[in-house]
């Protein structure tokens, strides 16, 4: 055996003469092989000259770094466990909130979890996570529309990134995709900070109305069209900086729990709300969705000023479904308002239907609304996306519309208008008695839809459960509404 090693080695230091690097490579290949990956005569044969030509294992560690002779097993302890970290890599923790175009996502250590997209809770019914690829991958199901999916996410290196996409199909089917796919992206929450020994009592702003805390974190918050809301028990978590209360809506028999952050400044509290009929055992059955509430910087609601806090024209009116569920149904602009900050008149897409100029309590989505302005990283009050070139290319679109935290926002280009029934618009037009007459401005199209109008100019459809990232990215702020005798907005 050994004048067959000699020989080999003649050969190939013959064949290094002339260069023929292929057929050196394939008797090298052979002569592993023969020597059974015996490390000591690897390095006899070749040296510490030839090991540039070998791949170089994770860590670092090539190896022309061991001794000649020395076998694998003689190795000092800590090279074996540097080698041993290389192939096992220390687990990676994804527990926790994660921020998404979909919606806030939360994942428990065993990779279920759950997220809450526009006011549907979906559920991350299991998942797994292999350390060596970094790939993320779990199932999951949407109980609004009855869709089963895969998630499957690459981890960013520093590890506070997943990217990657969704595929799902209607619960039963053996048809995977055929319920639509797309892409997914997900931010890990960074660490929340709060400012110590802050005082949550007082008056609050708040997309469901205005909020007033007691010491005790009771209280209530009269929600606009429909009636007082009782906060019967809260705690706060200066740690988490996180408010949890139990609530009660008398207008339609719910119980529910609102779970909010407070900002660094204690100035905003922002989080969602989950409910029930009252009695019932099965959570979220009543619904959920965001419920976010502000205040200024003296803890104390601004006096009201037609430069602060009274509605002008530009800024924008979102309505929200009042029967409980929360969800965000329409939104327009403001283009008439008198000087005491009544709202005349606005314009807004109805459906599938025209374009219409309307009083704000004229409309087929009834009377539950608020008003928005926005506040721009540019300084202005524009309520219109940033449009560039993506790679995304949603249904083939060359353009992608971005939010200014840079969030790439779901558009259609046609075919969309979920929201309104079409007869149900007709029928609500034709027997209009209202103060003011609906007016027309363009023909029926289902080129884009209210959201579209609002936040695109007519170009594009916004599907309703991407409004509220908008609201949250580009600044958005309640403005003060003047309200009638019934407590309604006007």
Request: contains cysteine; hydrophobic residues 30%.
């Amino acid at each position: 055996m050994r004048q067959f090693r000699l020989a080999l080695v003649a050969l190939l230091t013959c064949l290094t003469v002339v260069n023929a690097v292929f057929l050196r490579k394939a008797i090298t290949f052979l002569l592993f092989g023969l020597l059974s990956f015996n490390s000591t005569a690897y390095y006899e044969l070749f040296g510490r000259g030839e090991v540039a030509t070998a791949a170089v294992p994770p860590m670092g560690i090539a190896p022309s770094t061991l001794p000649h002779s020395a076998p694998i097993s003689s190795v000092s302890q800590p090279i074996q466990e540097e080698l041993i970290l290389a192939a096992n890599p220390s687990p990676v923790s994804l527990e926790g909130k994660w921020q998404s175009e979909w919606g806030v996502v939360e994942f428990n250590a065993n990779l279920t979890g759950r997220w809450n997209q526009g006011g549907g809770i979906g559920q991350i019914t299991s998942g797994s996570y292999d350390s060596k690829t970094r790939k993320l991958v779990f199932q999951y199901y949407q109980p609004w529309n009855n869709m089963t999916g895969t998630g499957t996410f690459t981890l960013s290196e520093d590890g506070n990134r997943l990217s990657g996409t969704w595929s799902q199909q209607p619960r039963g089917s053996n048809r995977p995709g055929s319920g639509g796919s797309g892409g997914w992206t997900m931010t890990r929450e960074k660490p929340v900070s709060c400012t110590s020994n802050v005082s949550i009592a007082g008056e609050w702003r708040s997309d469901w109305g205005q909020v007033k805390f007691n010491s005790n974190l009771s209280g209530s918050w009269n929600q606009p069209g429909s009636g007082v809301g009782q906060i019967k028990s809260g705690s706060f978590d200066s740690k988490k900086c996180k408010l949890v209360f139990q609530y009660y809506q008398s207008w339609n028999d719910m119980d529910g729990t609102a779970t909010l952050v407070l900002s660094e400044n204690g100035n905003r509290l922002a989080g969602t709300w989950i409910q029930q009929r009252r009695g019932s055992n099965r959570i979220g059955s009543g619904g959920s969705g965001s419920w976010i509430m502000t205040r200024d910087a003296s803890n104390e609601i601004a006096k009201p000023n037609k430069e602060e806090t009274l509605p002008e024209q530009g800024d924008i009116v979102i309505y929200r479904a009042s029967n409980g569920n929360g969800a965000i149904t329409h939104s327009g602009v403001i283009t008439g308002v008198r000087p005491d900050g009544t709202i005349t008149q606005i314009k807004s897409k109805w459906g599938g239907q025209g374009l219409y100029l309307h009083d704000p309590n004229d409309s087929v989505y009834g009377k539950s609304w608020t008003v928005w302005r926005a506040k721009r990283k540019d300084g202005s009050r524009n309520n219109l996306l940033i449009v560039r070139p993506t790679r995304k290319f949603p249904l083939n679109l060359a353009n992608g519309y971005y939010t200014d935290k840079d969030r790439l926002i779901t558009t259609f280009l046609t075919g969309y208008a979920e929201e309104g029934d079409a007869k149900s618009i007709k029928e609500h037009i034709q027997n209009h008695k209202g103060k003011s007459p609906i007016v027309e401005l363009e023909p029926p199209t289902t080129n884009y839809n209210c959201h579209g109008f609002t936040f695109t100019g007519g170009r594009q459809a916004v599907p309703p459960t991407q409004v509220q990232y908008i609201l949250n990215d580009n600044g958005y702020f309640l403005i003060k509404v003047v309200l009638d005798s019934d407590g309604n907005p006007h």
